[in-house]
């Protein structure tokens, strides 16, 4: 008789998952369907330091571990790194950043045994071997990296469990998100300033409140338009993304740049219109969720009018 297949019994998990933000909340379905798939399994996430108070805060990982990106000739970090996985114990890896240096911890590992592996490393166990890979959606190539590592259902990614309490701000409804923002090195990814102040306007006139929300660098920004609308709230470099979130679960509706934060309020249920130049493909990243999206393309930004945008208000 054929000696039987020995089945693994997976105790422990790892799954990795390092930014950016909207990556890291697409990454939550694929997260559920994992928790979902191995329920006594002991979950250990890999992420980005910037996320750990969102990571702690999701109910699919028993820990949260931060990586530390030791740079190409820190010996002693990778060294230190090396063993923290190998001290991990773990049975299988989940690799969902699927990126050169996530490919690499699963190199770093040797010599000996290493865990099982999904993701595209040379040598995994459950590779995602889909040569259309990188020409998907996220949320679809995340589901079908799981289905060939054995999971077949992977949910939308649902942030209730992240929202906070946003009475602090003090905010009359109906109200409008304005997220004007975007990675510092990326310009050419965001609508002028000067156009979200047109379109605050457009907001107030139609008897809603404009609320501007982004980090620490978009503050300039956020000062300009509540200049120009003395309506709008300039929320910039105040909230939490818990705090987005909660605030994507009580607007009517947003707007804002192809940004991380789009992201935490459409998961959020918030209707948005997002804003894409030539520099990213909506149709490998755009955000989804359930009070629905539209896209706005320009090759240049710029070139977009207030009315264009303006006309993708559910109201007035």
Known sequence: ??????????????VIKLGALGDFVQAMGPAAAI???????????????????????????DEVWIDERPRRFDLAGWLQLR?????GNFDRVYDLQTSARSSFYFQLMLPGGRPEWSGVACGASHPHANPRRDH???????????????IAAVPAPDLSWARADIARFGLTLPIVLLVPGGAAHRPEKRWPAGRY???AGVIARRGATPVVIGGPDERVAGREIAREVPATRDLTGQTSFAEIVGLGAVAGYAVGNDTGPMHLIVAAGCPATVLYSAASDPALTRPRGSGGVTVLRRDDLARLSVDEVAATLPFG
């Open 197 to 199: 102040a047109q379109l």
């Open 136 to 150: 998907t959606h996220t949320l679809e190539r995340q589901a079908d990296q799981l289905a060939m590592a054995g």
């Open 83 to 87: 063993a923290r996985l190998r001290g």
């Open 35 to 61: 928790r979902a798939h191995h329920p006594e399994a002991a979950i250990t996430l890999l992420t980005s330091a910037p996320f750990t108070e969102l990571a702690k805060a999701a109910p699919y990982f």
């Open 1 to 14: 008789m054929p000696a039987r297949r020995r089945i693994l019994v997976i105790k422990r998990l790892l």
